[in-house]
């Protein structure tokens, strides 16, 4: 794990120098967050944005109130001195500090951010050397960081700290700041405490720094998910069309079944159309076959005779295509196919044994060949 310090110099975020957290090692200086995309997902990233694009402000918050309604009230009590629309404007609270950051900056931030894969911490540049419940002044980068024991400030360049220095104590007649720096504008005015140190960037704080609220919210979008997954062309194409149908499968199933569902009912209604011409709707198809059966008459199937066709099978079976028989006339009619003339004979002979009458009118003999309709009369009492 690697850890890393990015500080933003100018407002378009395109110098930017970059500090890795070991001694002797130099800074380089990058024009986009894309030439950090080497970064892994244990390396840490502290990013450091100019405080013209933050301003803070001292502000206590009602822990009994959720934050959206102590941002109001905050946005409430210093809208006055806001040049532009509250609107155009990110608000971060935390503990007695109010952060107000420019919108459009941090999101195209933030999405040059998400690119990465390392933890990213983004914080006001003048917080990098922040104290416990101490004011410093910090030199770094030809600029002076001044951060209250608040966890507020601001940055200025020397030609203009002497003025700032001069509002701050008319304020404030007991600040005292711990000095991280060898100008003797500084060391001349504040001489209670020791000078420190000269601040040096791998001496930073962390843990404390970690404690800050984190301007980074990561940018979710399909590019962002591509380059994360690292996917190739044919990959995301596989992807596209397994999402497709995963989206198209249960649309089709749920045609298909209604496809189905409608050709049963139809189906169904026509098989009781066919049973009772009465049917207009089947709603309940056993409940509605029930009704008819009771409507049905009764009929004593034992006194219905059926005609002993024995004999025709025996001698005829396989010149017998066709046999129907017609219960309520008491008939049966066999379609003869290309029986011998002797074999038919013979036929006719046997059935004068049995209680039948044959109606062979529509018998035609052609080349010894028998063919056409044999009529059968029984009786059926």
Same mark, same amino acid.
């Given at each position: 794990?690697?850890?890393?310090? #990015?500080?933003?110099? $100018?407002? /378009? #975020?395109?110098?930017?120098?970059?500090?890795?957290?070991?001694?002797?090692?130099?800074?380089?200086?990058?024009?986009?967050?894309? %030439?950090?995309? %080497?970064?892994?997902?244990?390396?840490?990233?502290?990013?450091?944005?100019?405080?013209?694009?933050?301003?803070?402000?001292?502000?206590?918050?009602?822990?009994?109130?959720? %934050?959206?309604?102590?941002?109001?009230?905050?946005?409430?009590?210093?809208?006055?001195?806001?040049?532009?629309?509250?609107?155009?404007?990110?608000?971060?609270?935390?503990?007695?500090?109010?952060?107000?950051?420019?919108?459009?900056?941090?999101?195209?931030?933030?999405?040059?951010? $998400?690119?990465?894969?390392?933890?990213?911490?983004?914080?006001?540049?003048?917080?990098?050397?922040? @104290?416990?419940?101490?004011? #410093?002044?910090?030199?770094?980068?030809?600029?002076?960081?001044?951060?209250?024991?608040?966890?507020?400030?601001?940055?200025?360049?020397?030609?203009?700290?002497?003025?700032?220095?001069?509002?701050?104590?008319?304020?404030?007649?007991?600040?005292?700041?711990?000095?991280?720096?060898? &100008?003797?504008? @500084?060391?001349?005015?504040?001489? %209670?405490?020791?000078?420190?140190?000269?601040?040096?960037?791998?001496?930073?704080?962390?843990?404390?720094?970690?404690?800050?609220?984190?301007?980074?919210?990561?940018?979710?979008?399909? /590019?962002?998910?591509?380059?994360?997954? /690292? @996917?190739?062309?044919?990959?995301?194409?596989?992807?596209?069309?397994?999402?497709?149908?995963?989206?198209?499968?249960?649309?089709?199933?749920?045609?298909?079944?209604?496809?189905?569902?409608?050709?049963?009912?139809?189906?169904?209604?026509?098989?009781? &159309?066919?049973?009772?011409?009465?049917?207009?709707?089947?709603?309940?198809?056993?409940?509605?076959?029930?009704?008819?059966?009771?409507?049905?008459?009764?009929?004593?199937?034992?006194?219905?005779?059926?005609?002993?066709?024995?004999?025709?099978?025996?001698?005829?079976?396989?010149?017998?295509?066709?046999?129907?028989?017609?219960?309520?006339?008491?008939?049966?009619?066999?379609?003869?196919?290309?029986?011998?003339?002797?074999?038919?004979?013979?036929?006719?002979? /046997?059935?004068?044994?049995?209680?039948?009458?044959?109606?062979? $009118?529509?018998?035609?003999?052609?080349?010894?060949?028998?063919?056409?309709?044999?009529?059968?009369?029984? &009786?059926?009492?």
């Amino acid at each position: 794990m690697s850890q890393y310090i #990015a500080h933003i110099l $100018s407002v /378009n #975020a395109d110098s930017i120098n970059v500090y890795e957290l070991v001694k002797d090692k130099n800074s380089i200086n990058i024009t986009s967050f894309d %030439e950090l995309n %080497e970064l892994d997902e244990s390396d840490q990233l502290l990013v450091l944005i100019p405080s013209s694009m933050v301003t803070s402000y001292e502000f206590k918050q009602n822990k009994s109130l959720s %934050e959206q309604i102590n941002i109001a009230n905050f946005i409430s009590e210093v809208d006055s001195v806001f040049a532009e629309d509250v609107s155009s404007n990110e608000y971060f609270l935390h503990n007695d500090a109010a952060y107000v950051v420019d919108k459009n900056f941090l999101k195209d931030l933030n999405v040059s951010l $998400s690119k990465l894969s390392a933890q990213v911490h983004v914080i006001p540049e003048y917080l990098i050397n922040i @104290l416990h419940q101490e004011d #410093a002044i910090t030199e770094f980068e030809d600029n002076f960081f001044i951060s209250y024991s608040n966890k507020t400030g601001f940055t200025t360049n020397l030609n203009s700290l002497e003025q700032y220095l001069e509002i701050i104590l008319n304020k404030n007649p007991n600040f005292n700041p711990v000095i991280f720096s060898s &100008k003797n504008l @500084l060391t001349d005015r504040f001489n %209670e405490k020791p000078l420190n140190n000269l601040f040096e960037i791998y001496d930073i704080n962390l843990p404390l720094i970690k404690t800050l609220p984190n301007f980074f919210r990561l940018q979710i979008s399909l /590019n962002l998910f591509i380059n994360k997954m /690292n @996917l190739s062309k044919h990959q995301i194409i596989l992807g596209l069309i397994s999402l497709f149908l995963l989206i198209a499968a249960p649309k089709y199933l749920i045609y298909q079944n209604n496809t189905y569902t409608n050709i049963y009912t139809s189906s169904t209604f026509d098989i009781f &159309k066919g049973i009772d011409k009465d049917v207009k709707r089947v709603i309940s198809p056993k409940s509605q076959i029930d009704q008819i059966l009771k409507q049905a008459p009764s009929t004593d199937l034992s006194l219905i005779k059926l005609p002993d066709l024995d004999l025709f099978l025996k001698y005829g079976s396989k010149y017998i295509s066709d046999i129907s028989i017609n219960i309520d006339t008491s008939e049966a009619t066999m379609q003869l196919n290309s029986m011998p003339d002797f074999q038919f004979s013979v036929l006719m002979n /046997n059935s004068q044994r049995f209680n039948v009458n044959i109606d062979d $009118s529509d018998i035609i003999s052609n080349n010894s060949s028998i063919n056409g309709a044999l009529k059968i009369k029984y &009786k059926n009492e």
